[in-house]
């Protein structure tokens, strides 16, 4: 089954303990991204990754750090978690980096992370 | 100003009625719209591209006018299963580079 997996669904942590959540596409996507969902504000995006090694910022990076160093994988990282980080987040792909109208997202079912 | 700005809702419909949904863009060089789906607390799902001469998909159309930044969602004959908040979704920055944002939603419930 073609899916985006995330794990964990679930976390909660305290203030300074490096954490990394884990997001992994079989559809051999050339495109991953992560996004966090906050009431009121949205999806906004974390950080985003063209291909295997490129990576780029998103509107919200401050505080995260991501990896591609295989096409399926793409973590996300949490040197120091800080309570406002405390959101849902969501990790997606899609086939490729090309003209966004072809491109659906495809998301992971989302991680809710509590940072107390 | 925001880049995407929707109007939050909730919309409460009856079965069977037809709903619009607007959604305003700040980026005059925005290439790429969308809309998606999202269930509560589940991941969002694409519901449907816009494209420049609008396009339709069952009951759903969608509109883009770009000379006043806004694009629309038409719900007709809505169903039970149609209650869920609505995303629009905007690419800035077309082709490469994929920097999407996504308008904070409009919930809509469907009433028996």
């Known amino acids: 089954e073609a899916q985006v997996t995330q794990n964990p669904r679930y976390l909660i942590t305290v203030t300074g303990k490096k954490l990394t959540v884990t997001c992994s596409q079989n559809m051999n996507h050339e495109y991953m991204s992560w996004y966090r969902q906050d009431p009121g504000l949205g999806l906004r995006q974390i950080y985003y990754s063209m291909n295997v090694e490129v990576t780029d910022k998103g509107d919200v990076p401050e505080g995260y750090k991501v990896s591609r160093k295989e096409k399926r994988n793409f973590p996300l990282i949490l040197e120091s978690p800080s309570p406002n980080q405390t959101s849902l987040y969501f990790c997606?792909?899609?086939?490729?980096?090309?003209?966004?109208?072809?491109?659906?997202?495809?998301f992971g079912p989302g991680t809710r992370l509590t940072v107390l | 100003r925001k880049e995407v700005e929707q109007d939050p809702g909730p919309f409460n419909v009856p079965e069977g009625a037809t709903v619009a949904f607007n959604c305003t863009y700040s980026?005059?060089?925005?290439?790429?719209f969308f809309w998606y789906r999202q269930d509560c607390r589940k991941e969002p799902k694409l519901l449907m591209s816009v494209y420049s001469s609008g396009n339709e998909d069952g009951r759903f159309t969608a509109q883009l006018n770009r000379a006043s930044q806004y694009i629309s969602l038409l719900i007709r004959d809505s169903k039970l299963s149609d209650s869920a908040t609505y995303l629009c979704v905007v690419n800035p920055r077309d082709n490469y580079g994929q920097n999407f944002v996504f308008g904070p939603g409009t919930r809509l419930s469907v009433l028996p």
């Open positions: 980026n005059s060089a925005s290439q790429s």
């Open positions: 997606a792909s899609s086939l490729s980096g090309g003209p966004a109208l072809y491109n659906e997202q495809f």
